[in-house]
């Protein structure tokens, strides 16, 4: 077996012999962000697609983040290095599901995470991520009702934030997040009593915390998407924080505030399919030019609307 860092210095050869770029999202393996062109969350990869100028992309993330790179850059070859790398939330709901919802609220716009494939999304009528959810659903005229999807304690939150009542819920969700409790935050708090929280919308602990938070008046302090914990410990370099998202959030969160204790609450929150992508497999990616992603240009042409829509309002 290759050296770690001669497989690095190989990967990193090849990426400028084949003119390639790689996007790696913010739960991948630190290994794997060290190597990348850019590291981000679900916003920014989608933002940095677009600019990519290299012909070639290697998305080191799960298989609708590809797709959304494929569908924002249909000239480029995109490639995921393992094909297995899915997603349980998109998987949460399917094309003749959103078809039959839609059926049933013909009038009503819909709303879904970015963490759906492209033929939800050739579905949909805007896009969303956990940084930008409440800014699009409140750019939606209040008295028009909103279907959103697929992840329901997202959708709790927005519907929080936003006031909106006319809004509803797809039960989707996603496994990672959806095991944290009002527990596990209990547990944690005990634990670290000074530390500030950092929790991801996603999480099933969502809604009561922000309840938590909302009679403290620390509102807008605790529920942020991964870029925007990035931001926040890079803007505070507080001494400790307990942070209920994906484990790989803590290579960028040490990096962001090397002097900084981070804790997870809960161990268990590690994403199979994010683990999935790792050095061996982006050099055969690299290699031979495996798992090309590309969406078909009749859904391409669809999906790319609530795409759009959504950086637009970003
Ligand atoms: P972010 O948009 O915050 O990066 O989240 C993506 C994701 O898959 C969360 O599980
Ligand atoms: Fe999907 Fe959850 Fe993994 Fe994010 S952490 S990619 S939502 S399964």
Known sequence: MTDKRELTEKILALKKQKDACILAHNYQLPEIQDMADFVGDSLGLSQKAGD????????CGVHFMAETASILCPDKK??????????????????????????????AVVVTYVNTSAAVKSLSDYCVTSSNA??????????????????????AFVARKT????????????HVH????????????????????????????????????????????????????????EKEMG???????????????????????F????????????????????LNSLENGVYEVKVPEDIRKKAIVPIERMVSIS
Request: hydrophobic letters at 35%; glycine letters at 6%; proline letters at 8%.
């Open 263 to 282: 804790y997870p609450v809960s161990r268990e929150m590690e994403c199979r399919y994010m683990k999935l992508i790792t050095p061996e497999k982006v």
């Open 52 to 59: 990519v100028k290299q012909s070639l992309i290697v998305f």
């Open 134 to 155: 409440v800014k699009v659903v409140d750019s939606i005229p209040p008295e028009k009702p909103v279907l959103f999807g697929p992840d329901m304690f997202l959708g």
């Open 78 to 107: 995109v490639l995921l290095p393992d094909p297995e790398a899915g997603c349980s939330l998109s998987d949460s709901l399917q094309f003749d599901q959103l078809k039959a919802w839609k059926e049933r609220y013909p009038d």
């Open 178 to 233: 959806a095991a944290v409790s009002p527990s596990d935050i209990e547990n944690a708090r005990s634990a670290h009593p000074g530390a500030r929280f950092l929790i991801h919308p996603e999480c099933g602990c969502v809604t009561s915390c922000m309840i938590e938070a909302a009679e403290k008046g620390e509102d807008e302090k605790t529920i942020f998407s991964t870029e925007g914990m990035v931001r926040e410990v």
């Open 239 to 261: 001494k400790e924080y307990v942070v209920a998202t994906e484990t790989g959030i803590f290579h960028r969160l040490k990096k962001a505030s090397p002097a900084s204790e």
């Open 163 to 174: 006031g909106r009542k006319n809004i509803r819920l797809w039960a989707g969700e996603c």
